[in-house]
């Protein structure tokens, strides 16, 4: 199944030109309570009509039931439930949409609810388009006047009238026509704009408005985690203010197929990809047992409305408990066995300063993308110590998020999603290290609705040293 | 359009159907220009925040001193009468936010907040904050200010 998506922004598309119904599937990644979710928004068409969703469960997620509800204006509209099955794969529900404009998704396990921001587009017609028909038809009326006022009428001279008329209607329509591509978008509600029944069923009002910029200022990130302990559940809440007023920010965009990517580093070097569900305005929420006591790394990718994306890096103290440290990881590229599958790394040209090739070669080409992509990959560093890595991933001067890209088809639109599994077997990354030393690196990629998380330690030796 | 002024002048002699075509065509041009028909009434948004029901209404938004509406009913639509409310404006683009401006009771569920200056066009975020018998509750609502 593949999925027409384009700009994946929160209700993002701006209405197309040529006023057919806009809007793409939005893909957002849920860790709610223990499971690890993918939740796929269709598009909407028609309003009032259905809004299909369908929810991809991952390897290791309870069967159980999962309610959804559409609401809009703070009103639940419709409300349905998806029974998961405890093989992983896709579930799917139905929705009733009443309206266009801003509405938000609520997944409720029973024991944990997350709330997702989403936009139903309305069909807009744009003024070039109103023209462009409108002269067009008035040139035909004007020209069946023109004729029958020609036949008919003793003063011939007369069509001359409606043969003007007619002359004016189509440069009208062809002016309007020739203008089209032309014409800029008006702001787009939802990705530039807050979302209002208003914007989004008549973008073309606030066409004039004199903004240029509409990005907005960084965020702060508050990690909180009441009594975190060792081997005990738990649960991590972010707040997200606003830099300048302080406020919390309701503004996240779907970004790489979340709201948040919340990405945690414990003292040993496990690492987690968890998304945080949305429990209300800037406050987000994910549940974690950390395994260790110590300092974990947390880091925050997030986009706001207006465009670009932030990183907030922050620490989280977890008090001792049940102590399970992660084994040692040999440094260097080589075989190894992850989650019963072999993962065999290599490394081209690993010197700072130039582009450095980390290649994971999988048993077979069964890969999946996993948030729209081929394969992640963490890195964190330089650091030294292998009992402090979270401690020292928090202030390292390099963290990078970088991705494999899903290799595009000729002819397909759009990117496939989970459920296409012909990936791979070799995933491979470039990056280029800025300084030598030791980098602790993840890799990341989906296999058997599985995803996989592939821990290695690289020496980066200093250019000169690596002169080849 | 030119419309409505060529075709008048044929129809004189053969009345009926000549009359006829030019007043569906002026009736279609109408038609034309005026759909999908922007109301040019005062900004309404509505939402439910808790146990009322708030509707904030805006005289054409403009630049400067604008007078802000909030009605608060509740669930079954009554008014309802509140202790306080307060209009919090913030400019999001610029990151921006103004001192909040207390709203005055106009009539039973509807409190004014004159004054209100917004002193840049864009997009603004308007947080109501109530205070009321049914407990306290907030809720943001965005205004375009032209």
């Not at chain 1, 036949?151 to 007369?158: C, D, F, I």
């Not at chain 1, 999946?368 to 202030?395: C, F, N, R, S």
Request: neutral net charge; glycine residues 10%; aromatic residues 4%.
């Amino acid at each position: 199944m593949l999925s027409a998506l384009g700009t994946v922004l929160l209700g993002g598309a701006p209405a197309h030109a040529d006023g057919a119904p806009s809007g793409t599937d939005i893909q957002v990644a849920q860790t709610l309570g223990a499971r690890d979710l993918t939740v796929i928004v269709r598009r909407v068409d028609t309003t009032p009509g259905p809004l299909r969703v369908d929810v991809v469960t991952h390897a290791g997620s309870a069967a159980g039931p999962l309610t959804v509800r559409a609401s809009a204006a703070g009103s639940v509209v419709s409300e349905t439930t998806v029974p998961l099955g405890a093989r992983p794969g896709l579930y799917s529900g139905t929705l009733r949409v009443d309206r266009p404009g801003p509405w938000e998704l609520a997944l409720d396990d029973g024991a944990h609810v997350g709330t997702i921001p989403f936009l139903v587009p309305a069909r807009v017609v744009p003024p070039w388009e109103k023209a462009t028909y409108g002269g067009f038809v008035a040139a035909g009326v004007f020209l069946m006047l023109a004729l029958a006022v020609a036949l008919r009428s003793r003063r011939g001279s007369l069509a001359l009238l409606p043969a003007g008329g007619m002359v004016a209607a189509l440069a009208v329509a062809v002016t309007g026509a020739l203008l089209s591509s032309g014409t800029p978008p008006p702001p787009a509600a939802g990705s530039q704009l807050d979302p209002t029944i208003d914007n989004v069923t008549d973008p073309y009002a606030n066409a004039q408005l004199p903004i240029t910029d509409y990005s907005r200022p960084p965020l702060n990130l508050a990690v909180h985690d009441a009594d975190a302990r060792a081997g005990q559940a738990g649960e991590i809440r972010l707040a997200l203010a606003d830099g300048a007023t302080g406020r919390p920010a309701d503004d996240l965009l779907v970004h790489d197929n979340a709201l948040v990517h919340l990405v945690v580093v414990s003292p040993s070097g496990r690492l987690w990809h968890l998304h945080p569900v949305r429990v209300g305005p800037g406050a987000y929420r994910v549940q974690l047992t950390p395994p260790e006591s110590g300092t974990y790394a947390v880091s925050a990718e997030l986009a706001r409305r207006g465009g670009g994306v932030q990183l907030l890096r922050s620490t989280l103290q977890v008090g001792a408990g049940k102590e399970a440290p992660a084994a040692a990881v040999p440094p260097g590229p080589g075989p190894r066995r992850i989650d019963g599958s072999q993962v065999d790394l290599t490394v081209k040209t690993a010197a700072a300063g130039s582009p450095t090739t980390i290649t994971a070669h999988f048993p077979a080409a069964d890969l999946q993308p996993w948030l729209g992509m081929l394969g992640h990959l963490i890195v964190a560093g330089p650091g030294t110590d292998p009992a402090k890595v979270g401690a020292e991933a928090a202030v390292s001067p390099t963290w990078a998020h970088v991705h494999a890209m899903t290799p595009v088809v000729p002819g397909m639109v759009g990117k496939p999603d989970e459920t296409v599994a012909a990936f791979g077997p070799d995933v491979s990354f470039t990056y280029t290290f800025a300084a030598p030393g030791r980098y602790r690196i993840w890799l990341q990629a989906e296999r058997n609705y599985s995803v996989m998380t592939v821990p290695a330690v690289l020496d980066i030796p200093a250019t000169e040293v690596a002169g080849r | 359009m030119t419309v409505t002024e060529t075709d008048a002048t044929p129809v004189r002699r053969r009345p009926l159907v000549p009359i006829v075509v030019a007043a569906l065509l002026v009736a279609a041009a109408l038609a034309w220009l005026r759909w999908p028909g922007g109301t040019s009434g005062p900004t309404v948004t509505k939402t439910v925040a808790g146990a009322y029901t708030v509707q904030l209404s805006v005289d054409a938004p403009k630049l400067g001193t604008n007078t802000l509406a909030v009605d608060v009913a509740d669930s079954g639509g009554k008014p309802v009468r509140l202790d306080e409310v307060t209009v919090e404006p913030v400019m999001p683009q610029m990151g921006h936010a103004l001192t909040p401006v207390k709203a005055t009771s106009d009539a039973p569920g509807r409190y004014l907040a004159a004054d209100t200056v917004l002193p840049m066009s864009g997009q603004w975020e308007l947080t109501v904050s109530l205070r009321g018998p049914a407990g306290a509750a907030q809720v943001v609502l965005p205004l375009l200010v032209k």
